[in-house]
């Protein structure tokens, strides 16, 4: 079946340590996207990608870095230099342009700093 | 500046209520509407609307667009205790010049 996979659903983070959160679908999707849930709160973008080997900011990049080598995967790390990391971050893709179809989800991935 | 505003940020009622959320957008070349249901993991789905002026109903859920005032509004009729959810909504551009942005969402609860 066709999906986003993303893990680890769980992962805990010393501080100063950088983490990277995987990324990847199998829905031949060009567009994929990062964002980051604070407890009550909406979505907040950090990075999307609309083809490979380019990607944008979003509303809260800083402290975060992506890659784009291959359609199927978005990897996000979480630097050192994000003061607050702790959230759950949830990828996302689409087909671009064309065709105007929803959003699909992973299922989340929950980082907690100790 | 929020490109999608949602509100009420949140709102509590009881079983059986009608309630109406509301969500306010300015995206460049704009294409569909979604609204999504989040408890307590991904978002799921719940419409996508393009044109406007067009009822979608899901069982007690509906919802419409208007694209000359920029607006759409989720209704759900027959409150229940499982409608308790963040509900978000998000312009989805065409030309893929612009990042997917979500509201704030509205926290819904509803109480027995």
């Known amino acids: 079946d066709g999906g986003i996979t993303q893990s680890p659903k769980y992962l805990f983070r010393k501080e100063g340590q950088n983490v990277t959160l995987s990324c990847e679908q199998n829905l031949n999707h060009d567009a994929m996207y990062w964002y980051r849930q604070d407890p009550g709160q909406g979505l907040r973008l950090i990075y999307y990608s609309q083809i490979v080997n380019d990607f944008q900011k979003g509303d809260i990049a800083e402290g975060y870095s992506v890659s784009r080598e291959k359609k199927e995967s978005f990897p996000l790390t979480v630097t050192s230099a994000q003061k607050n990391p702790t959230a759950f971050y949830l990828c996302?893709?689409?087909?671009?342009?064309?065709?105007?179809?929803?959003?699909?989800f992973g299922e989340g991935s929950w980082l907690t700093v100790v | 500046e929020d490109k999608v505003v949602q509100s009420p940020l949140s709102l509590v009622v009881h079983e059986g209520d009608t309630v109406t959320l509301n969500c306010s957008y300015e995206?460049?070349?704009?294409?569909?509407l979604l609204w999504y249901k989040q408890e307590k993991k991904a978002p799921t789905f719940l419409f996508m609307l393009?044109?406007?002026?067009i009822e979608k109903k899901s069982g007690r859920l509906s919802s419409i667009l208007d694209k000359k005032e920029l607006f759409s509004i989720l209704n759900i009729t027959a409150t229940q205790t499982g409608d308790s959810a963040v509900y978000l909504c998000?312009?989805?551009?065409?030309?893929?010049?612009?990042?997917?942005?979500f509201g704030k969402g509205t926290h819904l609860i509803i109480q027995p």
């Open positions: 995206v460049t070349n704009f294409r569909s």
């Open positions: 996302a893709s689409t087909r671009t342009v064309s065709s105007g179809n929803t959003i699909y």
């Open positions: 393009t044109s406007s002026g």
């Open positions: 998000a312009p989805l551009p065409g030309g893929g010049a612009d990042g997917l942005t």
